[in-house]
């Protein structure tokens, strides 16, 4: 008999599987078995299943919902899960431990510490129980372990029904002795994105739930203290469902009836909303709530109010200070960390104008990705304000926010962050999907008017900044800084980068990085990634740079498995994974210009080309001036690649004129023209010239027996 049953009620939605499944499997701790509870075995999810209990024995199938688990469970003790939760490392040995300590062996219930982790964005809200009870029937069931005789013995099982956890742990509350607790994360949740608030049907199975449990307990002797905590944690959910959302009249009686009927005694009803409720005064709840909601939106609102004045009074007192003509500030990517030109320019100037302060802003979650030599200053706090007032220079590969002022005497130089196929500024108005997301254009082009400079990586960048940006800034023709390491690595560093990201020797790296798309489209439809690794044979790894397509498929799973797929989506250095390929993969990406100074074979897969220039806007027709071979359809992808066309001379001629347009400038000496032209005040004609392209030299491929030809 193993030690633990881990029961996973799989919905139809494969993609959450693996991320409850694979933790669990690789727990140190290995005396348990691991039950799928599918209700439709032949779903992609119970496919899914189904390969997994091929893999390890551990894993048992089986048809239903959590009780068809519970049947089938042989361990001591039993832990629900669903699909996306994540058991944290060494959890079941840290449970395993505590359930043998003295006074806790024969526990019928053990509570864990666990974690909500936000859907979006934000700090996880942990439950370590220092002030919870821990028999409150709202602490989660995914988070306690159940000793499985003592469910057994008394018949315990899940009601019917979307409000199924409050009704079982009301039930096992009832039923159970002792109770102990673990006060270490052993569960994180991450939390569903959820909208439109809950319906009239559920809202009215949760009173189902409250009188189910509520009747359980008026048929026992609880003591007094017992029935009246049990009373309040349940009204306690009750009062929160009503007061979320317009609960309903009926909804709001019927829970007033239940309050009466079971209050026990000496009970005290506290809080106005609360004796409305047990009223049933239904007319002065609502009209409580609602003075309610627009008081806390008042109290929002004036809370931002006083915020904006008092960062509006802190910025124009900075403001009355002199600038600070030694302190250079950075930013990039709206505060994602240390990245993209910003970042290249910073390294240069650091090494050329060592007396220049340079001070990089990012988001405080970025703060530990943060190299710890750089000095970091954190978006939107008093420093961010200070600085942003008193700098001489300013660097950006977006914008800076709109109350951010352009001082007299001070320099901004926007560094973009791509060679632009789509259409950008104001050439995006006549496209209406992308017009509407962009917003104002007004205020977009008075963020331009801040620019002095604008950095260019060729011609064609300079024609289209003038055009999307009309404004007065001077363009700097010297190249993009982040592809100053195209031609200043090393082979043995490109050697290291492929060993870090696991890449065999002998395997041809082939880097996929498609781009977004501003309309609906379904990619994983469109392109099966997994059927791609599995053609292209053993010769090929690819890299893959996105985030859709792992999201619960087997194939692509074993295409990882079987080395055939690297997924490098979080690797903060796209250069990095440049250098690491030996070609790459990309539909309408800007990134297909940056990779092109590596002089290594490009491939270009447009099967919506119609759609994206139509919708998008392009300023050139990319299938007629593309990088190398062109690949409209899955199949004439994967021929391309494994009859070898995409290493031929006729792929080389292309990406030779590619080049020539868009490659002039980037020479491995761009941030060393921006430190010299803007921190140092050199003139243009004491900066370093461009290499000609011909006689550049970018760092080779990883394997240079590989066939490849060039036109140079």
Same mark, same amino acid.
């Given at each position: 008999?193993p030690r633990?049953?881990i029961?996973?009620?799989?919905?139809?939605?494969?993609?959450?599987l693996?991320?409850?499944?694979?933790?669990?499997l690789a727990?140190s701790f290995?005396?348990?078995?691991?039950?799928?509870?599918?209700a439709a075995?032949d779903?992609?999810?119970?496919a899914l299943a189904a390969e997994?209990?091929?893999r390890d024995?551990?894993?048992?199938?089986?048809?239903g919902?959590r009780?068809?688990?519970l049947?089938?469970a042989?361990?001591?003790y039993?832990? &629900?899960?669903?699909a996306?939760d994540v058991?944290?490392?060494g959890? @079941?040995?840290g449970?395993d431990a505590?359930?043998?300590?003295?006074g806790t062996?024969?526990?019928?219930?053990?509570?864990?510490?666990?974690?909500?982790?936000?859907?979006?964005?934000?700090?996880?809200?942990?439950e370590?129980?220092e002030?919870r009870?821990p028999?409150?029937?709202?602490l989660?069931?995914?988070?306690?372990v159940?000793r499985?005789?003592f469910?057994?013995?008394?018949g315990?099982a899940?009601?019917?029904?979307p409000?199924a956890?409050?009704?079982?742990?009301?039930?096992?509350a009832?039923?159970a002795g002792?109770s102990?607790?673990?006060?270490?994360?052993c569960v994180?949740r991450?939390e569903r994105r959820?909208?439109?608030?809950t319906?009239?049907a559920?809202?009215?199975e949760l009173l189902?739930q409250?009188?189910l449990v @509520?009747?359980?307990?008026?048929g026992q002797?609880?003591s007094g203290?017992r029935?009246r905590?049990l009373?309040?944690q @349940? &009204?306690a959910e009750v009062l929160?469902?009503?007061v979320?959302a317009?609960?309903g009249?009926?909804f709001f009686?019927?829970?007033?009836?239940l309050h009466?009927?079971?209050?026990p005694a000496?009970?005290?009803?506290?809080?106005?909303?609360?004796?409305?409720l047990?009223?049933?005064?239904y007319?002065?709840?609502?009209?409580l709530?609602t003075?309610?909601?627009?008081?806390?939106?008042t109290?929002?609102?004036?809370?931002?109010?006083?915020?904006?004045?008092r960062?509006?009074?802190?910025y124009?007192w900075?403001l009355?200070r002199?600038?600070?003509e030694n302190?250079?500030v950075?930013?990039?990517?709206?505060?994602?960390?240390y990245?993209?030109?910003p970042a290249?320019?910073?390294?240069k100037?650091r090494?050329?104008a060592?007396h220049i302060?340079s001070v &990089?802003l990012?988001?405080e979650?970025e703060?530990?990705?943060m190299?710890?030599d750089?000095e970091?200053?954190?978006?939107g706090g008093?420093?961010y304000?200070?600085?942003m007032?008193?700098?001489?220079?300013?660097?950006n590969?977006?914008?800076f926010?709109?109350a951010?002022r352009?001082?007299?005497?001070?320099v901004?130089?926007?560094?973009?962050h791509g060679?632009?196929?789509?259409?950008?500024?104001v050439?995006?108005?006549?496209y209406?999907?992308?017009a509407?997301?962009?917003?104002?254009?007004?205020?977009?082009?008075r963020?331009?008017?801040?620019?002095?400079?604008?950095?260019?990586?060729?011609s064609?960048?300079?024609e289209?900044w003038?055009g999307?940006y009309?404004?007065?800034?001077?363009?700097?023709e010297?190249?993009?800084?982040?592809?100053d390491?195209?031609?200043t690595?090393?082979?043995g560093e490109v050697a290291?980068?492929?060993a870090r990201l696991?890449?065999?020797?002998d395997r041809?790296?082939?880097?996929y990085?498609p781009?977004y798309?501003?309309y609906?489209?379904?990619?994983?439809?469109?392109?099966?990634?997994?059927r791609?690794?599995a053609?292209l044979g053993e010769e090929?790894?690819?890299l893959?740079?996105?985030?859709?397509?792992l999201?619960?498929?087997a194939?692509l799973?074993r295409?990882v498995?079987?080395?055939?797929?690297?997924?490098v989506t979080?690797?903060?250095d796209?250069e990095?994974?440049c250098?690491?390929?030996?070609?790459?993969?990309?539909?309408y990406s800007?990134?297909?210009f940056d990779?092109?100074n590596?002089d290594r074979?490009i491939v270009?897969?447009a099967d919506?080309?119609?759609v994206?220039r139509?919708?998008?806007g392009v300023y050139?027709?990319?299938l007629a001036?593309?990088?190398g071979?062109?690949?409209?359809?899955q199949d004439?992808?994967i021929r391309?690649l494994t009859?070898?066309?995409?290493?031929?001379?006729?792929?080389?001629e292309?990406?030779?004129?590619f080049r020539?347009?868009f490659c002039?400038f980037?020479?491995?000496?761009a941030?060393e023209?921006?430190?010299?032209?803007?921190?140092l005040?050199?003139p243009?004609?004491e900066?370093p010239p461009?290499?000609?392209l011909r006689?550049r030299?970018?760092v080779?491929a990883?394997a240079?027996s590989r066939?490849r030809?060039?036109?140079?």
């Open positions: 008999m633990f049953s029961i996973v009620t799989v919905h139809d939605v494969a993609g959450r693996p991320t409850a499944l694979d933790p669990a727990q290995t005396d348990f078995e691991l039950i799928t509870a599918c075995p779903s992609p999810a119970g997994y209990a091929e024995s551990r894993v048992v199938r089986v048809t919902a009780d068809a688990g049947r089938a042989t361990g001591t039993v832990l &629900f899960l669903e996306g058991l944290t490392p959890a @079941l040995a449970i505590r359930l043998r300590e003295p062996a024969e526990a019928d219930v053990l509570r864990l510490g666990h974690a909500r982790v936000p859907w979006w964005e934000g700090e996880p809200v942990v370590l129980f002030d009870d028999a409150d029937v709202r989660p069931v995914w988070a306690t159940y499985r005789a469910l057994r013995e008394h315990l899940f009601p019917a029904g409000c956890d409050l009704g079982w742990a009301g039930l096992v009832l039923a002792e102990a607790v673990l006060p270490t994360v994180r991450p959820r909208g439109g608030g319906t009239p559920a809202r009215a189902d409250v009188e @509520l009747d359980r307990a008026a002797e609880l203290d029935a905590a009373f309040t @349940l &009204f929160d469902t009503a979320a317009p609960c009249r009926a009686r019927r829970a007033g009836r009466r009927r079971y209050r000496g009970h005290r009803t506290r809080g106005v909303r609360a004796r409305l047990r009223r049933g005064a007319t002065a709840f609502r009209a709530r003075v309610g909601l627009r008081a806390a939106r109290r929002a609102y004036a809370a931002r109010s006083v915020l904006r004045r960062r509006a009074l802190l124009a900075y009355r002199p600038l600070d302190l250079a950075f930013a990039a990517y709206w505060g994602r960390g990245a993209c030109n290249a320019i910073h390294r100037a090494e050329l060592p302060r &990089f990012v988001k979650k703060l530990p990705h190299p710890e750089v970091s200053v954190v978006i008093r420093r304000w200070e600085v007032a008193r700098a001489k220079y300013t660097f590969n977006v914008n926010e709109h951010v352009k001082r007299p005497g001070s901004h130089v926007q560094t973009h060679t632009p196929l789509k259409r950008m500024g050439d995006q108005i006549e209406r999907a992308v509407a997301a962009t917003g104002s254009f007004g205020k977009l082009m963020r331009a008017d801040r620019w002095d400079c604008s950095l260019s990586s060729n064609h960048s300079t289209v003038s999307a009309p404004s007065a800034f001077t363009h700097l010297y190249g993009y800084p982040r592809n390491r195209f031609y690595a090393t082979p290291a980068i492929r696991g890449i065999p020797e041809v790296a082939l880097l990085a781009t798309r501003d609906p489209r379904d990619v994983s439809a469109q392109f099966d990634l997994a791609f690794c053609e090929f790894v690819v893959l740079r996105a985030h859709y397509f999201d619960g498929d194939g799973r295409a498995a079987d080395g055939q797929l690297i997924d979080s690797l903060r796209t990095d994974v250098l690491a390929s030996d070609a790459l993969i990309t539909d800007s990134i297909m990779y092109a590596l074979p270009t897969y919506d080309w119609d994206y139509d919708t998008r050139f027709d990319l001036e593309p990088p071979h062109v690949a409209r359809t004439e992808l391309v009859s070898g066309e995409w290493s031929d001379r006729r792929s080389a292309l990406r030779s004129r020539e347009r002039a980037d020479d491995g000496q941030a023209r921006v430190v010299r032209r803007v921190l005040g050199q243009e004609e900066l461009p290499i000609p006689e030299l970018p080779p990883a240079a066939p030809t060039s036109a140079h």
